[in-house]
T-cell receptor, first 110, second 111 residues
Framework: DSGVTQTPKHLITATGQRVTLRCSPR?????VYWYQQSLDQGLQFLIQ???????AKGNILERFSAQQFPDLHSELNLSSLELGDSALYFC?????????FGPGTRLTVL | AQSVTQPDIHITVSEGASLELRCNYS??????LFWYVQSPGQGLQLLLK??????LVQGIKGFEAEFKRSQSSFNLRKPSVHWSDAAEYFC?????????FGAGTTVTVRA
């Protein structure tokens, strides 16, 4: 158990819908990262937050957004969902240059 | 931009045999290097990391990796594989805490 929690574990929705994925970092970690793992793109960095502020952006679509709240939990919002958004979404938090990954949320878009 | 190449998509190894997974990276500065393992339906678990110093690093579950700057490689090894080592293995390069991952190598262990 990494100490990073993600909810929900599974999510099934339809095209065009909007979903929110939630992540709680390890106690004391200020950084949260979001990654997407799909069969065709592999593991890709989406976005990083540090203590509530966006710090780095990767291959994140404009339809996707994230935020980190004062209690340091983070949410990843995915809107206007397409079939190709079906993937495993991981959250990670870091300390001492190590990233600790949550169990992921598996999103299926039908 | 950094990139990570794992040349082997799939490796099959017999239980008790040795295992080596290859990883090559492209990065301008001294990289932070990592190996993660992902079991089916699970998240990513850190096996080991290299930041600086001794180029041979020891990790969990009996794994080790060697950093070779001249070859831009960070290969993962295990002397004797157990059936529970069947999983997908990812090499990653860290820059400003962001990780760039290789495509992964799936390891199958046969009895």
């Amino acid at each position: 158990d990494s100490g990073v929690t993600q909810t929900p574990k599974h999510l099934i929705t339809a095209t065009g819908q909007r979903v929110t994925l939630r992540c709680s970092p390890r106690s004391g970690d200020l950084s949260v990262y979001w990654y997407q793992q799909s069969l065709d793109q592999g593991l890709q960095f989406l976005i990083q937050y540090y203590n509530g502020e966006e710090r780095a952006k990767g291959n994140i679509l404009e339809r996707f957004s994230a935020q980190q709240f004062p209690d340091l939990h983070s949410e990843l919002n995915l809107s206007s969902l397409e079939l190709g958004d079906s993937a495993l979404y991981f959250c990670a938090s870091s300390s001492n240059n190590e990233q600790f990954f949550g169990p992921g949320t598996r999103l299926t878009v039908l | 931009a950094q990139s990570v190449t794992q040349p082997d998509i799939h490796i099959t190894v017999s239980e008790g045999a040795s295992l080596e997974l290859r990883c090559n990276y492209s990065y301008g500065a001294t990289p932070y290097l990592f190996w993660y393992v992902q079991s089916p339906g699970q998240g990513l678990q850190l096996l080991l990391k290299y930041f600086s110093g001794d180029t041979l690093v020891q990790g969990i579950k009996g794994f080790e990796a060697e950093f070779k700057r001249s070859q831009s490689s960070f290969n993962l090894r295990k002397p004797s594989v157990h059936w529970s080592d069947a999983a997908e293995y990812f090499c990653a390069v860290g820059e400003n805490y962001k990780l760039s991952f290789g495509a992964g190598t799936t390891v199958t262990v046969r009895a």
